[in-house]
């Protein structure tokens, strides 16, 4: 089966401005969580929906949001793009259940 | 805060060699373990899990291992081939939280 799908791969910003990256979990997963990875800082949650609501929400400024369809997508924004916010974010599929997870390959964000 | 990490950043093995990659978590309440393998410009891929009701697990040549006593996980990868080469990091939760906190990452190559 199909595995975790993120769009773009790869995307260049401007500082100031807004970016919105989406993922398509495997089919049947209800969970996406979301991940930051810098090489500073690791890899590092963001926040994590399942049907449609978000349930848990890491240690990150408002700048960073999030939400999920009701076919399981879902999409996450960065306002207000600083020169730090420049990571590959990973999203993660899973049942639900708090196992399972699986990554896709991540958005590489570029904010120059 | 809670934090999981790893002792050693880099291990050279020759091919054909047994790998063993530590990690140190210090959150008592985890409960979830997973092991996860990252290629240059990949997500990461999971190897093998382990819950807090075991202390070893097996897969197709690696081997986890989960000592609560001393909140100790290891990878252990039996017959290391080139094709090991890459980032493992290990990664933990409790199945309420429905969050990974990742440890920092250990690089392994294998040497032909």
């Known amino acids: 089966k199909a595995g975790v799908t993120q769009t773009p791969r790869y995307l260049i910003k401007t500082r100031g401005q807004q970016v919105t990256l989406s993922c398509s979990p495997i089919?049947?997963?209800?969970?996406v969580s979301w991940y930051q990875q810098t090489p500073g800082q690791g890899l590092q949650f963001l926040f994590e929906y399942f049907s449609e609501t978000q349930r848990n929400k890491g240690n990150f400024p408002g700048r960073f949001s999030g939400r999920q369809f009701s076919n399981s997508r879902s999409e996450m924004n960065v306002s207000t793009l600083e020169l730090g916010d420049s990571a590959l974010y990973l999203c993660?599929?899973?049942?639900?259940?708090?196992?399972?997870?699986?990554f896709g390959s991540g958005t590489r964000l570029t904010v120059v | 805060g809670e934090s999981v990490g790893l002792h050693l950043p880099t291990l050279s093995v020759q091919e054909g060699d047994n790998s063993i990659i530590n990690c140190a978590y210090s959150n008592s309440a985890s409960d979830y373990f997973i092991w996860y393998k990252q290629e240059s410009g990949k997500g990461p891929q999971f190897i093998i899990d382990?819950?807090?009701?075991?202390d070893k697990r097996q897969g197709q040549r690696v081997t986890v291992l989960l000592n609560k006593t001393v909140k100790h996980l290891s990878l252990q990868i039996a017959a290391t081939q080139p094709g090991d080469s890459a980032v493992y990091f290990c990664a933990e939760s409790d199945t309420g939280r429905r969050a990974l906190t990742f440890g920092s990452g250990t690089r392994l190559q294998v040497q032909p």
């Open positions: 089919s049947g997963h209800r969970s």
């Open positions: 382990i819950r807090s009701n075991m």
């Open positions: 993660a599929s899973s049942p639900g259940e708090g196992s399972g997870y699986t």
